[in-house]
């Protein structure tokens, strides 16, 4: 057994199963608290509830409870391995939700790949939710399960595969090629990958500038391109009119590669090819599309970014869905918007230009952290991500309509700690 492996295993099933629990936030000690938190005084806010909905916001935790729910069709890059066991990387959302941001969530897996019958099944439980995070489910279907259930759900709905990725994406991108002395609207980006991840962070790049004939998308058969005819709509929008065909025509002088796909598909030829100061953004989740140490080895001039904690430049949604779904819960956004969304991307590019925090470097076991290539985008552990995206998110809902109240009076959040200091 490797030694990640072992310690691993151990992480998961010591002390106790699992990584999250639930705790109790009311007095409990006595008959008459329990007489307050069940029978009777329960039914006093359940009479209430059933005359006016809006208070299960007020009596229940409804607004601070985020549902991650997945039917482990797409789990990382590891495939469709079922819903039973895509449940650590939930409880791990669930983890970072709560450790990040303060937001507390129920994970649930589906045991369906009909889509039909996964909307079904959400739709049903969606009242019990301030938000819904949709996780690891496989393109195409996760497009149309998305695409219904913002239609059915009157609280946020947010593939974070798709937004969270590519909110995070892009802040990463405009810093590298920031460093890398290129623009977005020049630059030649090859993605590996057409699945959720790719084609949302695609699309978000073409939203901030990247123009769409600058872009090969690339899948299991190659270079997407106007000839083929085996695509789905999703694949389609990214056809480009082309005559490269393989991976290795795209790479050649590409500016940036996207990796969204699996396991080492990117051959130190591939990087090779690529143009000066190449981004590498090898993002597939455990193992990225090359590693750290064959790209460093192969270009000098490379910038360099996995979706892993253990390397630098980690590009990965764990530095958008907790903030984001802060910013939305506190200021009760029916949705979360392509507005609230580009907030997000751009405070994250900022954020990376500040000073780090001693806290930070001394998580990661560094002297010091600044903007540059081995830090493009802010740590995971930075306590001014809550502060700055958050208040981001919040603004932009308010800004475009989305929010149902009004700029909160705790904002913008100095720690979790100031979640419920209304
Ligand atoms: N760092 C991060 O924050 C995140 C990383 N990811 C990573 O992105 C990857 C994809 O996830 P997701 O989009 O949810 O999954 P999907 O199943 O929706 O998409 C997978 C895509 O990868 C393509 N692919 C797989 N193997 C190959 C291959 N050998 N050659 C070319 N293309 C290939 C598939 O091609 P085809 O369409 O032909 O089947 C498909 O388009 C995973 O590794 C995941 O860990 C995802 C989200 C966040
Ligand atoms: C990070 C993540 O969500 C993934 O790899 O699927
Ligand atoms: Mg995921």
Redesign the pocket.
Known sequence: MTDLKKLALEYHSQPRPGKISINVTKPTATAKDLALAYSPGVAEPVREIAKDPELAYSYTTKGNLVAVISNG??I????DLGALASKPVMEGKGVLFKRFAGVDVFDIEVNTKDPKAFIETVKNIACTFGGINLE?????E?FEIEEKLIELCDIPVFH???H??AI??AAGMLNALEIAGKTIEQAKIVC????????SCMKLLVSIGAKKENIYM????GVIHSGRNDLNPF?ALFANDTDKRT?ADALKDADVFV?????N?LSADGLKSMASNPIVFA????DPEISPELAHATRSDVIMA??RSDYPN?????LGFPFIFRGALDVRATAINEEMKIAAAYALRDLAKQPVPKEVCEAYGVDSLSFGREYIIPKPTDARLITIVSDAVAKAAIDSGVATLPYPKNYPLQSVDDVFNK
């Open positions: 069709t797409a990382l890059g590891l495939g690891d489910i496989k393109a195409p996760c974070d595969d798709q969270g990725t995070v994406t590996l990958g057409a699945g959720a991840a790719a084609t690339v899948d299991r058969q694949k991976l990796g969204l796909s699996g396991p598909l993002c597939s989740n455990p996995t979706g980690q590009v990965n949604n764990v």
